[in-house]
């Protein structure tokens, strides 16, 4: 299936060096997610739990909005001659999001592994609100 994939056009320091680069980003995310879920206040489980989620569906939304022009910067060390842009462009919808995560979309490893990080998110998020609820 991912035969195909521009990740195997790459050079194995390409491979790896994009796989370091993803792995970086999504800790971050990660990380992030865990500073905002620890700034909450103390909700009961039916409200903890949406709100949780919410929030990582918005760290999700926004990394798949804005994390191609991290790849493309990084494309730009690693191939000559490539163009400076932007290549953000406009947000991805509540469909595209959704598509995501219930594997819709194009089928390349980058949509899936997109795919794979939300479903994480969102299990966290999960995970984190029910650890609160029991510790009352």
Known sequence: MYARDTFFQLSSAGQ??????????ALFMIWLAFKVFRQL??????????LRLIIALTLLWAFIWLSPQIYY????????GLPW???????PTITDLSNLLF?????????HS???????????????????????
């Open 85 to 91: 842009q932007i290549v953000v462009s406009l947000p």
């Open 103 to 111: 594997f819709q979309g194009p089928k390349t490893l980058s949509q």
């Open 41 to 50: 206040p103390r909700f009961n489980f039916l409200v903890n739990l949406p």
């Open 16 to 25: 790896i060096g994009l796989a370091i680069l993803s792995l970086m980003l």
């Open 73 to 80: 910067a990084y494309y730009l060390i690693i191939f000559n």
């Open 114 to 136: 997109k795919a794979v990080f939300g479903w994480g998110l969102i299990l966290y998020g999960t995970i984190t609100a029910t650890k609160q609820h029991y510790r009352r």
